[in-house]
T-cell receptor
Framework: RKEVEQDPGPFNVPEGATVAFNCTYS??????FFWYRQDCRKEPKLLMS???SGNEDGRFTAQLNRASQYISLLIRDSKLSDSATYLC??????????FGTGTRLQVFP | DAGITQSPRHKVTETGTPVTLRCHQT?????MYWYRQDPGHGLRLIHY???????DKGEVSDGYSVSRSKTEDFLLTLESATSSQTSVYFC????????????FGEGSRLTVL
């Protein structure tokens, strides 16, 4: 079983839609959680950290469920510019960050 | 943008030849990483460094070696390239151990024929 698993998608949604991605992790000792965004043929960039109490940044909401060992990312009012691959990242030894394979989102007009 | 550059950005080589990829940073960050990215596998850690001359293996280190003789440079070497090492290689840097923000270079696309 992979340490971090994501649905690869693609998720094809119209502009204005709400879309949610989940990510599961296998190591219960995991310490920190993040969502990265990667545009086609570009490098990944940090989108947001995920805190135990959940956190929001504009149209983006991230949540953590330690009991079920998953994190989620909710995007409201999707924009064309949100089209990208979203990578889930988990650390359990803070020297290393483990990436999921990513979920591809395509927003259409 | 973080000051991190990779070279070369593109390289085509033949099986059995040595290849070195260079990662250079101007941020004076302690932690540096080499990842490879392949379809269906995502980003996988090859090696990382937590200081000058301090390196450790990641999950896919076989066939790769690294060196870090200066804070700003982290070299990834394929001693004898194989076709399975065709990939996009990303270098990343991180300032603090407890922060999750990695800053990535633009990637190096390697093709081994």
């Amino acid at each position: 079983r992979k340490e971090v698993e994501q649905d690869p998608g693609p998720f094809n949604v119209p502009e204005g839609a709400t879309v949610a991605f989940n990510c599961t992790y296998s190591n219960s000792a995991s310490q920190s959680f993040f969502w990265y965004r990667q545009d086609c043929r570009k490098e990944p960039k940090l989108l947001m950290s995920v805190y135990s109490s959940g956190n929001e940044d504009g149209r983006f909401t991230a949540q953590l469920n330690r009991a079920s060992q998953y994190i989620s990312l909710l995007i409201r009012d999707s924009k064309l510019s949100d089209s990208a691959t979203y990578l889930c990242v988990v650390t359990y030894n803070t020297d290393k960050l483990i990436f999921g394979t990513g979920t591809r989102l395509q927003v259409f007009p | 943008d973080a000051g991190i550059t990779q070279s070369p950005r593109h390289k085509v080589t033949e099986t059995g030849t040595p290849v070195t990829l260079r990662c250079h940073q101007t941020e004076n960050h302690r932690y540096m990483y080499w990842y490879r990215q392949d379809p269906g596998h995502g980003l996988r850690l090859i090696h990382y460094s937590y200081g000058v001359k301090d390196t450790d293996k990641g999950e896919v280190s076989d066939g790769y070696s690294v060196s870090r003789s200066k804070t700003e440079d982290f070299l990834l070497t394929l001693e004898s390239a194989t076709s399975s090492q065709t990939s996009v290689y990303f270098c990343a840097i991180r300032e603090l151990r407890d922060t999750g923000e990695l800053f990535f270079g633009e990637g190096s696309r390697l093709t081994v024929l």
